[in-house]
């Protein structure tokens, strides 16, 4: 997220560059072959005062070309959609944060100049593909231009994906803020159109400088007004006839003065009200600086409107086409150092996408809040607005100052922070990582993937309630060890992206590219990430591309239109929940979230995306009455841009970052959900049974003996166990909102309850599927979840619910242990019944089937192909492990009860639910059962057991 002390990110754009991207692939190489050739003419050219810029060319690296797996996408045209009333500036910190008063401005000054001493940090940065090349800061003295102006050398990158690809582009390193080439006078200086229907300044975008004889008030009224589209243009140092000009812009100083390079000194005169000052020198001022008076105290501060735009060509080019897959390396708020030849200059550099504004100003406690200092510059037509602000250090807060199409000006939150503060409060903190991590053998074994085969045990956790007032470091220590302890392979947090209210479950995001900082800073997410990986589990979180609040400091409405969001209500706004939807058609809306999806498992090292509400996107109608939603161009319901997105996200996840997975939240029958894209399918990895889940919950939560006439839902999800990779949740959603704890759902008194628990995690354990067990369960907790408090810990002094915790250890254990029961998850073979006809009974009984060596042993399909290891009648394997289930959810026990088995010979108890050990009765096998050659259920052994009341038993044969 940050550029390194040494080595400044590439590209070298001069300010007689438009920031609009080519039009097509070739267009772009002929812009840039044509720089390449000016460059070699220049060097023939004597060079006056040369450094570095003319020593050593800087370098571009080759972007790497992806392969296109859709059609190309056209780019999207944002309309400017005037909102149909003007909304008050948002304030989202009330008192904490007012505005200072003028006569601050000489304080603002002061802690400028604080600012300019470097500062020194490193960071391993998290293992990611680059494919620029890092070139060298261009120090002002050291570029040349005469009146004519020259274009700095470039190098011609390779080629890159062609336009629209919706597999996208590596990202480009963001190019360095260097000092700014000056420009020629005479040159055009664009045309557009201000508020009030005046000329604009700089309306094209980055561009030629203003001459000094043609600066009119209407440009220096445009720049302190905040409505100019390049104050660059304007401020800071231009040539001028046979001389140099020098703008600045310095709201209530009493006088400037610019020391070139040299330390010349040049008195500045004010040339508008409200703090425009000039001043004219008779060379170049080179890598110049500002003394700025407030009465009597003077004050050296560094010039904002001297450095070229952070974002590079190539950058420019792959934001315009919305396929920027390290998008955060572009915007947002980033500390950069820079060596001059005066010293290192330290600053941050912004960037926001704003393409309606008609003005982009950043403030923050470093103008004290008073957004008269830094109005910003408009990239061309990506709607990209940028400045460099040399003091600027970590740890301050921001937020951007944004002049609507409508005309109203908008206080609005980084789209892009990597930190905010502790909301209530919601400015933007700049931050850097310094983070070195030491998960490599982690990555190196996950980017083995294969997760459909490999044992998958995930425990849900809200990181606030799980136990109130940890950090993120205290529960890489608490929770890591409990998870370890307890046997989990992954745990699941609830969302951790930045949201307003705490007393949630985080499911409303404001900030996506910041972890919520109620628990620590950003790197104290990748401690309890690293930590987790060293222990040896994988890390898994909610993401949420569904929907987004309607906080005012937020990403609605945010240059004045629906920017993120679809204009249409009907289309643009879910009902349910009172937010608004992404306009998953718009490129740069895709690009913002497919960058967030890589983001979090490149950044944080994140090995699983778990998507919530899939269902609220694929659906035109969801939640919406008769009139209430638009049909797409062929009149159904379904969103085809909402499917468009999920498989463009999921494939890139699954090609930039090998081993990761992605899981789906999704309630309806969507075929395909986890079929490969290329098949036509969404792409995802796996996706919650929620199906298993409603019906098996509701069968334990009758008394016994009406559980004979639902005996169809526990056997129903067999019916489609393989028509997609699933998971079986038992997730915070069936614990709150008065559905009660699990334990609760039980019938009968407390031992029947505890019991009745018991006995349903060891069936949901041996049934097909990932686990998922949300927090409490694993202990029984009695009262239902609320986020406001703490899971009631005491429980675990009642021997009876150590004992429900003790199961859930002994399940992962066995789980991890018996191959049969998660290397063919997603083969039928794995899977046979013995018995799913007892519903008087209330018995299930089946076989799970696996190998002992995934690797080394056949499948039970290919086994029964070549003949090896003899399938069962219905493709069950025999060759490898077989693990025969007894469930028995009535409440009495069933002494010899007869069940067919495929083998012979000894099957060994390897799990009873009601052992005393876990607080049941004690009813089992004495360790195990021999199968005799006598046929029963249509397999050619059988063996009579004992099936506990509301028990599971598990019998692995051994021979």
């Given at each position: 997220?940050?550029?390194?002390?040494?080595?400044?990110?590439?590209?070298?754009?001069?300010?007689?560059?438009?920031?609009?991207?080519?039009?097509?692939?070739?267009?772009?190489?002929?812009?840039?072959?044509?720089?390449?050739?000016?460059?070699?003419?220049?060097?023939?050219?004597?060079?006056?005062?040369?450094?570095?810029?003319?020593?050593?060319?800087?370098?571009?690296a080759?972007?790497?070309?992806?392969?296109?797996?859709?059609?190309?996408?056209r780019?999207?045209t944002?309309?400017?959609t005037?909102?149909?009333?003007?909304?008050a500036?948002?304030?989202?910190?009330?008192?904490?944060?007012?505005?200072a008063?003028?006569?601050?401005?000489?304080?603002?000054?002061?802690?400028?100049?604080e600012?300019?001493?470097?500062?020194?940090?490193?960071?391993k940065?998290?293992?990611?593909?680059?494919?620029?090349?890092?070139?060298?800061?261009?120090?002002?003295?050291?570029?040349?231009?005469?009146?004519?102006?020259?274009?700095?050398?470039?190098?011609?990158?390779?080629?890159?994906?062609?336009?629209?690809?919706?597999?996208?582009?590596?990202?480009?390193?963001?190019?360095?803020?260097?000092?700014?080439?000056?420009?020629?006078?005479?040159?055009?200086?664009?045309?557009?159109?201000?508020?009030?229907?005046?000329?604009?300044?700089?309306?094209?975008g980055?561009?030629?400088?203003?001459?000094?004889?043609?600066?009119?008030?209407?440009?220096?009224?445009?720049?302190?007004?905040?409505?100019?589209?390049?104050?660059?243009?304007?401020?800071?140092?231009?040539?001028?006839?046979?001389?140099?000009?020098?703008?600045?812009?310095?709201?209530?100083?009493?006088?400037?003065?610019?020391?070139?390079?040299?330390?010349?000194?040049?008195?500045?005169?004010?040339?508008?009200?409200?703090?425009?000052?000039?001043?004219?020198?008779?060379?170049?001022?080179?890598?110049?600086?500002?003394?700025?008076a407030?009465?009597?105290?003077?004050?050296?501060?560094?010039?904002?409107?001297?450095w070229?735009?952070?974002?590079?060509?190539?950058?420019?080019?792959?934001?315009?086409?919305?396929?920027?897959e390290?998008?955060?390396?572009?915007?947002?708020?980033?500390?950069?150092?820079?060596?001059?030849?005066?010293?290192?200059?330290?600053?941050?550099?912004?960037?926001?996408?704003?393409?309606?504004?008609?003005?982009?100003?950043?403030?923050?406690?470093?103008?004290?809040?008073?957004?008269?200092?830094?109005?910003?510059?408009?990239?061309?037509?990506?709607?990209?607005?940028e400045i460099?602000?040399?003091?600027?250090?970590?740890?301050?807060?921001?937020?951007?100052?944004?002049l609507?199409?409508?005309?109203?000006?908008r206080?609005?939150?980084?789209?892009?922070?990597?930190?905010?503060?502790?909301?209530?409060?919601?400015?933007?903190?700049?931050?850097?990582?310094?983070?070195?991590?030491?998960?490599?053998?982690?990555?190196?074994?996950?980017?083995?993937?294969?997760?459909?085969?490999?044992?998958?045990?995930?425990?849900?956790?809200?990181?606030?309630?799980?136990?109130q007032?940890?950090?993120?470091?205290?529960?890489?220590?608490?929770?890591?060890?409990?998870?370890?302890?307890?046997?989990?392979?992954?745990?699941?947090?609830?969302p951790?992206?930045?949201?307003?209210?705490?007393g949630?479950?985080?499911?409303?995001?404001?900030?996506?590219?910041?972890?919520?900082?109620?628990f620590?800073?950003?790197?104290?997410?990748?401690?309890?990430?690293?930590?987790?990986?060293?222990?040896?589990?994988?890390?898994?979180?909610?993401?949420v591309?569904?929907?987004?609040?309607?906080?005012?400091?937020?990403?609605?409405?945010?240059?004045?239109?629906?920017?993120?969001?679809?204009?249409?209500?009907?289309?643009?706004?879910?009902?349910?929940?009172?937010?608004?939807?992404?306009?998953?058609?718009?490129?740069?809306?895709?690009?913002?979230?497919?960058?967030?999806?890589?983001?979090?498992?490149?950044?944080?090292?994140i090995d699983?995306?778990?998507?919530?509400?899939?269902?609220?996107?694929?659906?035109?109608?969801?939640?919406?009455?008769?009139?209430?939603?638009?049909?797409?161009?062929?009149?159904?319901?379904?969103?085809?841009?909402?499917?468009?997105?999920?498989?463009?996200?999921?494939?890139?996840?699954y090609?930039?970052?090998?081993?990761?997975?992605?899981?789906?939240?999704?309630?309806?029958?969507?075929?395909?959900?986890t079929?490969?894209?290329?098949?036509?399918?969404?792409?995802?990895?796996?996706?919650?049974?929620?199906?298993?889940?409603?019906?098996?919950?509701?069968?334990?939560?009758?008394?016994?003996?009406?559980?004979?006439?639902?005996?169809?839902?526990?056997?129903?999800?067999?019916?489609?166990?393989?028509?997609?990779?699933?998971?079986?949740?038992?997730?915070?959603?069936?614990?709150?909102?008065?559905?009660?704890?699990?334990?609760?759902?039980?019938?009968?008194?407390?031992w029947?309850?505890?019991?009745?628990?018991?006995?349903?995690?060891?069936?949901?354990?041996?049934?097909?599927?990932?686990?998922?067990?949300?927090?409490?369960?694993?202990?029984?907790?009695?009262?239902?979840?609320?986020?406001?408090?703490?899971?009631?810990?005491?429980?675990?002094?009642?021997?009876?619910?150590?004992?429900?915790?003790?199961?859930?250890?002994?399940?992962?254990?066995?789980?991890?242990?018996?191959?049969?029961?998660?290397?063919?998850?997603?083969?039928?073979?794995?899977?046979?019944?013995?018995?799913?006809?007892?519903?008087?009974?209330?018995?299930?009984?089946?076989?799970?089937?696996?190998?002992?060596?995934?690797?080394?042993?056949?499948t039970?399909?290919?086994?029964?192909?070549?003949?090896?290891?003899?399938?069962?009648?219905?493709?069950?394997?025999?060759?490898?492990?077989?693990l025969?289930?007894?469930?028995?959810?009535?409440?009495?026990?069933?002494?010899?009860?007869?069940?067919?088995?495929?083998?012979?010979g000894?099957?060994?108890?390897?799990?009873n639910?009601?052992?005393?050990?876990?607080?049941?009765?004690?009813?089992?096998?004495?360790?195990?059962?021999?199968?005799v050659?006598?046929?029963?259920?249509?397999?050619?052994?059988?063996?009579?057991?004992?099936?506990?009341?509301?028990?599971?038993?598990?019998?692995?044969?051994?021979?």
């Open positions: 997220m940050t550029t390194s002390d040494s080595t400044p990110p590439p590209g070298t754009p001069t300010a007689h560059e438009t920031a609009e991207a080519p039009a097509s692939k070739e267009e772009l190489q002929r812009v840039v072959d044509e720089r390449a050739a000016q460059a070699q003419a220049a060097e023939s050219e004597p060079v006056v005062n040369a450094g570095p810029a003319e020593r050593a060319p800087a370098k571009k080759a972007a790497k070309k992806a392969p296109a797996k859709k059609a190309p996408a780019k999207a944002a309309a400017a005037p909102a149909a009333t003007a909304a500036v948002a304030d989202g910190d009330g008192a904490a944060e007012p505005a008063p003028r006569k601050t401005a000489k304080r603002t000054a002061k802690k400028a100049a600012g300019e001493a470097p500062v020194k940090a490193t960071r940065r998290t293992p990611a593909k680059r494919t620029a090349a890092d070139t060298a800061a261009v120090p002002a003295a050291d570029v040349v231009a005469e009146q004519g102006g020259t274009t700095a050398p470039v190098v011609a990158p390779a080629p890159i994906a062609e336009p629209g690809s919706p597999t996208g582009a590596p990202a480009a390193e963001p190019d360095a803020a260097q000092p700014m080439a000056p420009q020629a006078p005479g040159e055009d200086a664009g045309t557009g159109t201000g508020p009030d229907g005046g000329p604009a300044s700089g309306a094209g980055e561009g030629t400088a203003v001459p000094a004889d043609a600066v009119s008030e209407e440009d220096l009224r445009a720049i302190v007004d905040g409505w100019s589209r390049d104050p660059h243009r304007v401020l800071g140092a231009h040539p001028s006839g046979d001389g140099w000009v020098v703008r600045a812009l310095r709201p209530d100083a009493s006088g400037v003065v610019v020391v070139a390079e040299d330390g010349a000194r040049h008195d500045a005169r004010q040339i508008h009200p409200r703090g425009i000052f000039e001043a004219r020198l008779p060379a170049q001022p080179g890598d110049y600086r500002l003394e700025v407030y009465g009597a105290d003077t004050f050296p501060v560094d010039d904002p409107y001297r070229l735009p952070t974002l590079g060509e190539l950058d420019r080019y792959l934001v315009g086409e919305g396929r920027h390290r998008l955060w390396d572009v915007l947002g708020a980033h500390v950069r150092r820079y060596d001059t030849p005066r010293g290192t200059v330290e600053g941050v550099s912004f960037a926001v996408w704003a393409p309606n504004a008609q003005g982009v100003k950043v403030t923050g406690d470093f103008d004290y809040w008073e957004a008269r200092l830094y109005p910003m510059r408009q990239l061309g037509s990506i709607g990209v607005w460099f602000v040399p003091g600027v250090r970590v740890g301050s807060r921001y937020r951007f100052h944004v609507g199409a409508d005309g109203v000006w206080e609005k939150s980084d789209p892009m922070a990597f930190a905010t503060e502790v909301p209530p409060h919601n400015a933007s903190v700049v931050t850097e990582s310094s983070y070195e991590w030491n998960d490599d053998a982690w990555l190196a074994e996950r980017a083995r993937g294969g997760w459909h085969e490999r044992p998958m045990s995930i425990y849900e956790v809200h990181l606030g309630s799980w136990r007032g940890l950090s993120y470091r205290q529960l890489a220590d608490e929770l890591v060890d409990y998870a370890v302890a307890a046997g989990f392979t992954h745990l699941e947090f609830l951790v992206a930045e949201h307003p209210f705490g949630s479950w985080g499911y409303q995001v404001t900030s996506y590219y910041a972890p919520t900082s109620r620590g800073h950003p790197d104290d997410l990748r401690y309890l990430v690293d930590r987790a990986h060293q222990a040896g589990l994988g890390i898994i979180v909610d993401w591309p569904a929907h987004f609040p309607k906080d005012a400091w937020a990403l609605g409405r945010f240059d004045g239109t629906a920017l993120y969001e679809h204009d249409d209500p009907r289309r643009g706004e879910q009902p349910d929940w009172g937010t608004f939807v992404f306009n998953f058609g718009r490129t740069e809306v895709r690009n913002f979230l497919v960058a967030n999806a890589l983001f979090w498992c490149q950044e944080f090292h699983g995306l778990r998507v919530d509400a899939v269902a609220s996107m694929l659906y035109l109608d969801y939640s919406r009455e008769d009139g209430e939603w638009v049909p797409n161009q062929y009149g159904g319901r379904e969103n085809l841009e909402a499917v468009s997105f999920l498989q463009e996200v999921n494939a890139t996840v090609r930039e970052v090998p081993g990761v997975v992605t899981i789906a939240e999704e309630s309806t029958a969507w075929p395909g959900v079929r490969p894209t290329h098949l036509g399918g969404l792409g995802f990895g796996f996706k919650w049974n929620m199906g298993w889940m409603h019906d098996s919950l509701s069968y334990v939560s009758r008394q016994p003996v009406h559980r004979s006439y639902h005996h169809n839902q526990l056997t129903f999800s067999m019916m489609y166990a393989y028509s997609e990779n699933y998971v079986l949740p038992i997730s915070h959603d069936e614990v709150v909102y008065g559905k009660g704890s699990l334990l609760r759902k039980m019938p009968g008194d407390r029947q309850q505890l019991a009745g628990v018991r006995g349903f995690l060891a069936y949901m354990w041996a049934h097909p599927g990932k686990q998922l067990l949300f927090m409490g369960s694993e202990f029984a907790q009695d009262g239902e979840w609320a986020e406001s408090r703490s899971l009631d810990w005491w429980h675990l002094d009642d021997p009876a619910h150590r004992g429900v915790l003790q199961l859930v250890t002994d399940l992962n254990a066995r789980y991890r242990e018996i191959a049969a029961l998660w290397s063919l998850d997603v083969d039928p073979a794995g899977f046979q019944w013995i018995d799913a006809n007892d519903a008087s009974g209330n018995v299930l009984t089946f076989l799970r089937y696996g190998t002992p060596k995934v690797a080394d042993v056949p039970p399909t290919q086994a029964a192909e070549s003949g090896a290891g003899g399938g069962t009648p219905e493709g069950g394997q025999t060759a490898g492990q077989a025969a289930v007894v469930c028995n959810f009535s409440g009495t026990p069933h002494h010899g009860y007869r069940i067919g088995l495929p083998r012979g000894r099957w060994r108890e390897v799990l639910t009601d052992a005393e050990g876990y607080g049941g009765s004690g009813v089992g096998n004495y360790g195990g059962v021999d199968a050659e006598e046929s029963w259920h249509g397999q050619p052994f059988s063996a009579t057991v004992s099936a506990p009341p509301l028990g599971t038993v598990w019998l692995l044969h051994e021979g």
